[in-house]
């Protein structure tokens, strides 16, 4: 059973920094990449960044490019979302999510191809 535990979330002020965690367990090989993802209040689920557990290959979206961090210490299987330099519009409940892609692509932070999905943790970054 594939079970995704996310976990660091909390309040801090702008500027402020959170580091987010994934546990991940019973994971098979082909579940290659795992994701991150918010959602906040009133709007819809967005990719923010993703690595490939066997390459290290990473992606982060313009929105977070600079600021945040994504890593994998695969032999914890955990996979960390360093967050730096918060704004208030980084405010949301982060999820984590595992998928299957093609490793040649990289990977891709896209909503529909992850099939697994953790339990949200909530940042709020105050003004």
């Known amino acids: 059973e594939v079970q995704l535990q996310a976990s660091g979330g909390g309040s801090v002020q702008a500027g402020g920094s959170l580091r987010l965690s994934c546990a991940a367990s019973g994971l098979s090989f082909n579940e290659n990449i795992i994701g991150w993802f918010r959602q906040a209040p009133g709007k819809e689920r967005e990719g923010i960044s993703c690595?490939?557990?066997?390459?290290?290959?990473?992606y982060l979206a313009e929105s977070v490019k600079g600021r945040f961090t994504i890593s994998s210490d695969n032999a914890e299987n955990t996979v960390y979302l360093q967050m730096n330099s918060l704004k208030p519009e980084d405010t949301a409940v982060y999820y984590c999510?595992?998928?299957?892609?093609?490793?040649?692509?990289?990977?891709?932070?896209?909503?529909?191809?992850?099939?697994?999905w953790g339990q949200g943790t909530l940042v709020t970054v105050s003004s």
């Open positions: 690595i490939s557990r066997h390459d290290g290959r990473t």
């Open positions: 999510a595992a998928s299957s892609q093609r490793a040649e692509y990289g990977c891709f932070a896209y909503r529909p191809l992850y099939k697994y």
